[in-house]
Structures are given as C-alpha cells and as structure tokens.
C-alpha cells in the first residue's frame, strides 16, 4: 500500500507512477499540477529584498517565509509550495543601498492577482516574513475573501523578539543559513520597544533612528535558539491552517 504522503503522479504508458511528494509548484508540470491541484493548498512564500544591518542578507525576510512554508507542507502532504516572492513593501529601508520595494498598494494588488489566478487549487496560504508587508496583506486577504476565494494571510510573531536584524532574526539565519552571516560585523543598533520609535520610523525611515539598519541588539543570537524559534514558528502556523482547512 502507498504511504500516506505518496502522490501518484500521471499515468505513464496506462500505468500510474507513485512519487515523493510533490511539495514545490516550480519543478512540475501542469498536468502533475491538475492531478492534484483541487484538493491541494497552494502555500505562497512572501519576503522582501531588504537591508539587515550590515550581519544579515538582503533576503532574510524571504529565507524565513520560504522555510516556513517548507515546514508546512512537510506536515501537510496537502500542501504544495509556490516559487517566493521577494519584494515586499519595504519602503522604511530606502536609505539603505539594496532594498528593492514595489511599496503597499502594488503588493496589495499583486496579492490579489495571484491569488485570482490560483483558482486551481483548493485555497492559498500567503506566509509573509516581512512585518511591513502586514497592511497590504491584510487588505488584499479582505479583498479576495469579499470575491469567495479560500485564502488565509499569516505572519510570524515572536513574542518579546525584537523589531528588525537583532537577536530574533540573527538566530533564525544562524539555524537556517549560517554561511550567509556575519556575525564580525554585526551590532546593536536601536534598541528601544518599537512603539518608541515607530513615529520616527514612519516620518524617516529605519535610518532616521539607527544608522546601521539594526532595530535591536544581535549579541547572543544562535543557531540553537533559532531552531526553536522556527520550531515555535512552524507550529504556529501549521495551527493556524489547521484552523482554517481541517
């Protein structure tokens, strides 16, 4: 008998082919997809092409979603996991050199196109992992639910982490990508709450308040308080859809 997590693929010659699960929309083709697109949950990873500080990857936001996304459909065979989209609305990190921002009306609209074109499947979960695509998340969730469609929008929150580059998310790349920090480079920057800085945020940017792009202090991240943090954060969101599809 096939495991539980075997997908059958299309037949070949008159003979159906049972493969690992197929977990990433880039790598099939369509008549893979429609085979199993109907009773599937489209997972969509959301990021951000955005500065770090001068410790972390422009893609940290991106990392994140993806790898969350990935957690979710290992524990769902239902879930299928779509190409990431690395721009956000991330126009807080201008002053920074490398942050690409499309900015929250296009998000929001660039959201609910795909979304609408995703109609195939049985409903799409868009992981966001940048806090400023939060707005245009919710607006476009609102949109697309409004029209009928089957869609959730989740984010993830660590409660008592810190805003942007500090300790939280240092950690979550030292467990998920430690080659791509540099930990010599990296420093406190802001480290009030941000309910004390976010007016100046809004105003002037993330540089208006720290000028190495840091909202938080980085020392003592690891990689072993990043994979519990990632495992915190899969839980939830593998709750969440739970909640949400049964």
Known sequence: MDGPDAVRRPSVEGRAVVDRPLRTLDVLTWPEVEAVAAGSILAVPVGSTEQHGPHLPLGTDSAVAVALAHRLAAARPDVLVAPALPYGS?????????????????????????????????GVVLVSGHGGNAAPLAAAVSTLRAEGRDVLGWAPLVTGGDAHAGRTETSLLLALAPEAVRLDAASPGDTRPLAAVIGDLRRGGVAAVSPNGVLGDPTGATAEEGGRLLDMLAADLIAAVRAWRP
């Open 90 to 122: 991330a126009g807080e990190h201008a002053a920074f050199p490398g942050t690409l921002s499309i900015g929250a009306a296009a998000l929001e609209l660039l959201l609910v196109e795909l979304v609408r074109s995703a109609d195939a499947f049985g």
